[in-house]
């Protein structure tokens, strides 16, 4: 699998793979423990090195720790630290550097790779405090790039203040908001970009709307671009490519709970990019109002 720079010219040190590990699923309602366990492990024997989690994904930050902390010089981790500390308020200083130690704790690792501010409200980034909580877990050797995960204001918020090594934010056929000009600036300033949800859900699975908040938009913009319609084209294929070979994508981190769709997104990245008349006519297919829909959070 190919490695890239991952931010600042590679200054960070780190390299990702262009696939990541989106371990979002390794929670006990999508897999068991020993089917986290079996995945975990065998991603990285695929050469896949960026494993992406967070404090809210259940229990995956714990399997993480119980199933591959014994190999960690095999990967780049990333999570996400805001809340969830007990008896100390969300969004504070606080919170932060308790939620790194405990983060490292559960990881059972010494260092963190990169720690974002998880879909943190624009207010309390530009108070400060939780920014210079993850600067001070820096400074102190337990993170290597402090990063902001979310969209839209805080997003320009985050790229703009100068603070951040790293954003990770939604990037797929139905959210192109970033492509224009968020991530030509991410490149310029030698921030690293992570593009989350890069499925958009994989919607063309299903046959009517979803409920859930983020599927059920996808499926909107999906109809409205006319891509329903379209239905013998191998989406898997085709959204997956658009994104990975995005330049300024350092890494995009597919969400799954099963080896077999690992493996698939793992060929499809393989392959390269999009022919360009195919991006081009992605690309078209968001103009007009639909060129303002906003990244899902
Ligand atoms: N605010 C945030 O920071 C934030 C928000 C959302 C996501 N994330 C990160 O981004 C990662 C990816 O997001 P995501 O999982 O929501 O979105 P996604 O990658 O767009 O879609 C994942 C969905 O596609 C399915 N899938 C994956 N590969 C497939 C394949 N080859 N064929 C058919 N279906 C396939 C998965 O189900 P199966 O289990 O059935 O494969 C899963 O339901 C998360 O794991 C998380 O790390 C961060």
């Not at 309602?29 to 991603?43: D, K, Y």
């Not at 070979?245 to 969400?255: K, L, N, T």
């Amino acid at each position: 699998m190919e490695l890239r720079d991952f931010g600042n010219g590679g200054k960070s040190g780190l390299r990702v793979s262009a696939l990541g590990f989106g371990a979002m699923h390794l929670n006990d309602e999508r897999t068991t423990e020993r089917e986290a366990g079996t995945l975990l492990n065998a991603v990285l024997d695929l050469g896949v090195n960026l494993i992406d989690t967070a404090r809210g994904y259940g229990l995956s930050e714990e399997r993480i720790g119980r199933h591959i902390a014994h190999r960690r010089d095999d990967y780049v981790l990333s999570t996400k630290v805001g809340y969830g500390i007990p008896d100390v308020p969300d969004w504070t200083y606080d919170c932060i550097v308790q939620g790194v130690d405990a983060a490292l704790a559960r990881m059972r690792c010494e260092v963190l790779d990169i720690v974002h501010l998880h879909s943190c409200p624009l207010h309390v980034l530009e108070q400060g405090d939780v920014i210079r909580g993850l600067e001070d877990c820096q400074r102190a050797g337990k993170i290597r790039v402090t990063a902001y995960s979310g969209d839209n204001a805080e997003l320009d918020f985050a790229l703009n203040s100068g603070r951040f090594g790293a954003v990770q934010t939604s990037i797929s056929l139905c959210d192109q908001v970033n492509l224009d000009s968020r991530l030509p600036l991410a490149q310029a300033r030698g921030i690293g970009v992570i593009a989350k949800r890069p499925l958009a859900g994989a919607i063309w699975r299903f046959a009517e709307r979803p409920d859930s908040y983020a599927e059920g938009q996808y499926w909107d913009r999906w109809q409205a671009m006319g891509f329903a319609a379209q239905g013998s084209r191998d989406w898997n294929d085709t959204a997956l490519r658009f994104v990975a070979h995005q330049p300024g994508v350092a890494s995009s981190i597919v969400g799954t709970s099963k080896l077999a769709h690992f493996k698939q997104n793992l060929a499809v990245v393989e392959r390269g990019p999009l022919e360009a008349e195919l991006q081009r006519e992605l690309r078209a297919a968001l103009t007009g109002q639909r060129q303002d829909w906003p990244g899902l959070i």
